[in-house]
């Protein structure tokens, strides 16, 4: 009956948030570091804090999206959020979107391996329009736990989008395959987040 009812709502342990979480109730998001394609590293979420010394103030986006995916069949469901944010919000420069793919296997976190990997990730987005906002695929190797602690994240076969602000707070969260009343409230909240001060 359990596994019935998980089917059911797509995989969705929580239903994503209505409005936008006021600043001061809004917990920090734990900063990862994370690996693109290409080797660079980066730590995530890009914040006016300066966690990232080669970070320009110019860089560092009003609002970031970060997309979290624990195994490959949360694809889809990641893809349910950014597709529709990309195309609703392609043309903004204030704005960042990472999908984030955890490696936690022991063997792919080893040096030569993960640097192999990296290589074969390296590809170029196809059928994309070059418009200002772009998909990010990045990869954060090793062990998480302490991360799915911290967010309170149980179950790994789902996706995970989290609406940051400049200062790094969680200010909007979701999971799961997007719904249209959740994408709505997801455009809303990222637009009040875009007019703040």
């Given at each position: 009956?359990?596994?019935?009812?998980?089917?059911?709502?797509?995989?969705?342990?929580?239903?994503?948030?209505?409005?936008?979480?006021?600043?001061?109730?809004a917990?920090?998001f734990?900063?990862?570091?994370?690996?693109f394609?290409?080797g660079?590293?980066?730590?995530?979420?890009?914040?006016?804090?300066?966690?990232?010394?080669k970070?320009?103030?110019?860089?560092?986006?009003?609002?970031?999206?970060?997309?979290?995916s624990?195994?490959?069949?949360?694809?889809?469901?990641?893809?349910?959020?950014?597709?529709?944010?990309?195309?609703?919000?392609?043309?903004?420069?204030?704005i960042?979107?990472?999908?984030?793919?955890?490696?936690?296997?022991?063997?792919?976190t080893?040096?030569?391996?993960?640097?192999?990997?990296?290589?074969?990730?390296?590809?170029?987005?196809?059928?994309?329009?070059?418009?200002?906002?772009q998909r990010?695929?990045?990869?954060?190797?090793?062990?998480?736990y302490?991360?799915?602690?911290?967010?309170?994240?149980?179950?790994?076969?789902t996706?995970y989008i989290?609406?940051?602000?400049?200062?790094?707070?969680?200010?909007?969260?979701?999971?799961?395959?997007?719904?249209e009343?959740?994408?709505?409230?997801?455009?809303?909240?990222t637009?009040?987040?875009?007019?703040?001060?």
């Amino acid at each position: 009956m359990f596994m019935m009812d998980f089917e059911f709502c797509d995989m969705q342990l929580a239903v994503a948030n209505k409005i936008i979480i006021p600043a001061i109730a809004a917990l920090k998001f734990p900063t990862l570091e994370v690996n693109f394609p290409d080797g660079s590293i980066c730590k995530l979420p890009i914040t006016s804090q300066g966690n990232d010394a080669k970070t320009s103030t110019e860089n560092i986006p009003k609002v970031s999206i970060l997309c979290l995916s624990f195994r490959a069949s949360s694809q889809n469901m990641i893809e349910s959020w950014s597709l529709p944010f990309l195309k609703t919000f392609g043309r903004s420069s204030d704005i960042k979107l990472y999908e984030v793919s955890f490696i936690d296997s022991w063997l792919l976190t080893r040096s030569p391996i993960k640097k192999l990997l990296l290589k074969v990730m390296k590809k170029s987005p196809l059928g994309e329009k070059p418009d200002v906002l772009q998909r990010q695929t990045v990869y954060s190797f090793g062990d998480h736990y302490y991360l799915r602690k911290e967010l309170r994240i149980l179950n790994l076969l789902t996706g995970y989008i989290f609406l940051v602000d400049k200062l790094g707070r969680i200010r909007w969260q979701g999971s799961g395959l997007a719904t249209e009343n959740e994408l709505s409230s997801l455009l809303f909240c990222t637009s009040m987040l875009m007019d703040e001060k």
